[in-house]
């Protein structure tokens, strides 16, 4: 079993910035994908942003070029700076991991519990 806890979040002005952290927890296990989702009121649950094991990235073109990702490999976190926030990025926000347990060698996904992201215009 594998625990995700997340920190960051709030509410921002236009134009502002925020940083979301999300560290996982657990046992034998090894992080394949980690990321971000958001979800919007009324909307579906949309990728934002995600990064490999191995280092690639990719990202909503409606982010490019205003939020990043990283992660430590070493502790299992990742995290997404966010800048020149818009009041559209308003939303939930969901870190993502997918593991691969060591000793049965299945993959499973874990979420998040969310945090909110406001942009006041």
């Known amino acids: 079993q594998v625990q995700l806890v997340e920190s960051g979040g709030g509410l921002v002005q236009a134009g502002g910035s925020l940083r979301l952290s999300c560290a996982a927890s657990?046992?034998?296990?090894?992080?394949?994908?980690m990321g971000w989702y958001r979800q919007a009121p009324g909307k579906q649950r949309e990728m934002v942003a995600v990064?490999?094991?191995?280092?690639?990235?990719d990202y909503a073109d409606s982010v490019k070029g205003r939020f990043t990702i990283s992660r430590d490999n070493a502790k299992n976190s990742v995290s997404l700076q966010m800048n020149n926030l818009k009041p559209e990025d308003t939303a939930v926000y969901y870190c993502?991991?997918?593991?691969?347990?060591?000793?049965?060698?299945?993959?499973?996904?874990?979420w998040g519990q969310g945090t909110q992201v406001s942009v006041s215009s």
């Open positions: 657990g046992s034998r296990f090894i992080a394949l994908t």
């Open positions: 990064t490999a094991s191995g280092g690639t990235t």
């Open positions: 993502y991991i997918r593991i691969v347990n060591t000793d049965t060698l299945r993959s499973n996904d874990y």
